[in-house]
């Protein structure tokens, strides 16, 4: 015998099982295709009325190698490669850059163009240019409707809302400028506006321009925040700066203006030493001047008074040596004030020394006070950017302290040596000075007289030809000083950034599959009733005997009066299989039974019974359902007489028995209500009836109360041949089912076999066929071998095609009825 393989039955039960649900929510199409369209069109819409934002992005390079001298001091800072631009960073998104920006830019005044649709900002595309006075008072974040009435006049109007405007409600404007006709270039003033409009795009006679002017306040708020910072990789010190702007222009200018703000300032800070030493030196030469003009009037007349053209060549050379110690003397004298100068800043504990000058200006050659002297500056200039966005306890700030505390307690030392030094040399001069002074002592009085007037023109003539060279040098040096930090990239173009429209479109075509796709699954997981023969095979234990459609005609009778229907063929399919079920049976007793009224055991009784008189079996129906009788309304007759008039005694098992019109076929109704149906289903009566049924009867038929509600229907099933449960689609709750399955795992009950019914959808789908589980099949309506055989007739079928003419809101609706 050949080994079953297990493996590939569960492969093949596995696609199975896909198939059966693609094919279970794909049915859902109309839904899915509705949901989809909305919700593209709604998209669209959006997109339509939504003002487009983009990123601009502009980059910078910033030097961030720390001085040497400032890492030596900061022993924390030995083997770090001086990389933090946090302040930069900081620098960047601040107000005070944001203010300087803003300098070079038109952004005090915003322009739009007059829609029904979105704002549109015309920024530099406007016909007109605003200039406001910020120093007078003036209505802002107001519009304003200006229209050009001519290249030489205009008119300022109220704004009027839009079509999409839902909140029609605007900040009270100036409302003596409305209404008016003004010339271009005039300066339009009023007690709360002040400004000029320029017309520079003429020829746009007729055209509307809505103006609104914009406090420099806020808006460098609102910039400062909209600039994003950030840094490139790690290993890099290039910044990237971006921002989000409705009018690409717009971010682009600002963008540029920002980095080039930044490299205007940090240049203005390289060059502020530079300016503090031209200051320095134009004034000393100021005091020079006029010493240096006075005395070469007093050599001048001295000579003409004196007849002196000239001097020995021993005068000559002892004047020239003094001269050269006082220039001497005076440079060192002009260190030893830088020196002592230097000395009162570091006893003020000051931390600003941007006002300090670099020693190598002076012409002091000392590298290491040259090194300190420039590191403090740097430190303090990086303070003083620091402090223009955080506050003295924040932690780069007090790190910035640390550092400038220690450099300046070595510049302190260096400057105290300096000055001891510088002193000593003075004195060693000033005393070659005495002894050449006692030298001159012996020379003529006129000779030495005109000495000390050459010696002090000398030494003030040194002093400002030396302080001269200085300026010089200092105002090469600001002429020539560049930024440390670069623009990589300029702002150019812009990104779109919102909305996302190929984003939102899939976005759009996703949410409208899942919307409905996720209601139905929700519907499906909280709806508990039993969706298709899947779900009842999986919720009912007991074995499927048929599966009756459902019927869409006005009757209950549908055997008798459609009996080519396909309805009418499953009740043939099924009298099939109880008849091969009750084969050994002379008279097959069948009971029908369901959990819970509505389910469809009443109409399953009588069609069964039909079929079988249509099968030429004398077959009687009886309604067991006493509480709540329907069997005798479905036959047009009165319910006064019946069954439970038998059970109590009052008529004959023969009374109760009544033809119908149709051959083979009779019924017995409930009769009235009695108030103990259940004792009156349990008494001898009842047997004796059906003994009589059994006589003279092919089929009987049994139509009970729900087993689900009501307790005799389990004794009853003992009586009967084939106990028939029908349950129907949508409708029978899986919890209900748990009663029978306990009885018939248990043996309780016995010949008990389901009847699904109410069939929309059995749960297979392959080539037109609807398969069910069981022991027949029922072939659906779109088979056409149903409708050459059955004959569901032309008309039946005329009405299918028309059917497919109705419109999709109808088909939605039809899909979706509760069967």
Known sequence: MEKLDLSQLDNEEKALEIRYVVAK?????????????????A?????????????????????????????????????????????????????????????????????????????????????????????????????????????????????????????????AGDESVFNKTYTFGQEVETARSKFTVHLVNPGRVGDIVIFKFISPGALEDRLARSVNVSLENQYSSVLNLTTTTKVVEKGRDYINALMESYIDYDLNEKNKIQENTIAFIEEQLGYLEDSLKQKERELQEFKVENKLLDVSAEFSNILSKMNSLDEQNAELDYQLNYFEEIKRYMEQKSKDFSDVIAPSVIGVPDPLLNGLIQTLVTLSQDRRKLLATVNENHPEVIKIDVQMEKVQDALFEN????????????????????????????LPESESQYTGIFREFKLRESLYTYLLEKRAEAGIARASNVS??????????????????????????????L???????????????????????????????????????????????????????????????????????????????????????????????????????????????????????????????????????????????????????????????????????QTQRLKDFLAYLESEFDVVIFDTPPMGLVSETIDLMRLFDINLYVVRQNYTNKDHLVMINDLFNNKQVTNVYGVFNGIINSGYHYEGYNYGYGNTYLYSQNNKYMYNYYGEDLETKKKKIKGKKLSLGKKIKKLFRTR
């Open 25 to 41: 929510y794909s049915r859902y199409w109309p839904w899915y295709t509705l949901f989809i369209l909305i919700f593209v069109i």
């Open 43 to 171: 998209t669209y819409l959006f997109h339509r009325y939504t003002v487009e934002e983009y990123e601009v992005r502009g980059s910078l390079v910033i030097k961030t190698n720390t001085s040497p001298e400032a890492r030596i001091l900061d022993r924390s800072n030995i083997f770090n490669s001086g990389v933090n631009l946090e302040n930069d960073i900081l620098r960047l998104r601040s107000k005070n850059l944001a203010r300087e920006a803003l300098k070079k830019l038109h952004f005090d005044v915003e322009y739009y163009a007059k829609t029904n649709i979105k704002d549109i900002e015309l920024y530099d595309r406007s016909p007109i240019r605003i200039d406001v006075d910020w120093n007078h008072l003036q209505v802002t974040d107001t519009p304003v409707e200006l229209q050009i009435l001519s290249d030489e006049n205009f008119k300022l109007m109220p704004p009027e809302g839009s079509v999409l405007d839902f909140n029609p409600a605007q900040a």
């Open 415 to 442: 400057v105290v040596n300096l000055i001891e030094n510088t002193r000593k040399q003075q004195r060693t001069i000033q005393r070659e000075i005495s002894n050449y002074d006692a030298e001159f002592a012996t």
């Open 484 to 513: 440390d930090n670069a623009i990589l990239d300029t702002a150019k173009q812009g990104t779109l950034v919102f909305p996302k429209k190929q984003q939102n479109y899939a976005l759009a075509i996703v949410l409208g599959f």
């Open 515 to 681: 919307v409905p796709f996720g209601f139905i699954v929700m519907r499906d997981i909280f709806d508990d009733s039993i969706k298709d023969q899947r779900d009842l095979k999986k919720h009912f234990m007991i074995p499927q005997l048929g599966v009756i459609g459902f019927s869409t005609k006005d009757t209950n009778k549908v055997v008798l009066e459609h009996p080519k229907s396909a309805v009418a063929e499953s009740f043939r399919s099924l009298r099939s299989a109880i008849t091969y079920l009750a084969s050994g049976k002379n008279t097959k007793k069948i009971l029908v039974t369901s959990s819970v009224s509505g389910e469809g055991k009443t109409f399953t009784s009588l069609n069964l019974a039909s079929a079988m008189a249509l099968g030429s079996k004398k077959t009687v129906v009886v309604g067991g359902d006493l509480r709540r009788p329907k069997l005798a309304v479905y036959f047009n007759h009165s319910d006064k007489v019946g069954l439970s008039s038998y059970l109590i005694g009052k008529v004959e098992a023969k009374d109760i028995v009544i033809p119908t019109q149709h051959e083979n076929l009779y019924f017995v109704p409930s009769g009235v209500i009695p108030p103990n149906p259940a004792e009156l289903l």
